[in-house]
């Protein structure tokens, strides 16, 4: 049971990353971009590692969110008119965050039970100067609050909020404690 697991799991990984890296690395450049600046090189020129991608039945929804609580900049929406069905947002010159809609994931990989779900096993981190800000920010842009923000013993101060499709943001500082 173990075994088929981290295959499903390997199966799983390598395929979102294959459909991120097809639609990111092979779209012209320039296509579909959002908000593009001459001073910063685009998604596709950016050197990168990989990123966490969401998924989510709303690209627009995910990236107007991820916008207006954290800051985040939109960088690319796919197709630039009409349904998205995937984006990338930019936190800084090092977070990327890409979103897939359920339907293009179970379309373009062996992945077929991709979906919404109430049981969410990880989340993604996002740092900010000021969790009780950030935390009511993200409220105010659509979140649902989780956690109030606490001081935690090992020196951070965090906050858990989840997004508009229920993926687990931890919003968190190092406290100096």
Known sequence: MRARAVRMWATGTAGAAALTVGLVAGAPSGAGAVSPTSARP???E????GQPTLYT????EMLDFYHEAFGFRVDYRFP?????V????SLGDSYYLTFSTYDVIKD???LKRIGPSKRKQSEIAVLAPDVDAAY???KAAGARGLMTPKDQPWGERSAYVSDPA???VQISTHNGS
């Open 80 to 84: 630039e008119q009409g349904p998205a």
């Open 166 to 168: 229920g993926n687990l």
């Open 86 to 89: 995937f984006g990338t947002v």
């Open 136 to 138: 009511t920010k993200a």
């Open 108 to 110: 373009s990989t062996p």
């Open 46 to 49: 950016a050197p990168r590692y």
């Open 42 to 44: 685009t998604v596709q």
């Open 57 to 60: 039945e709303n690209i627009d």
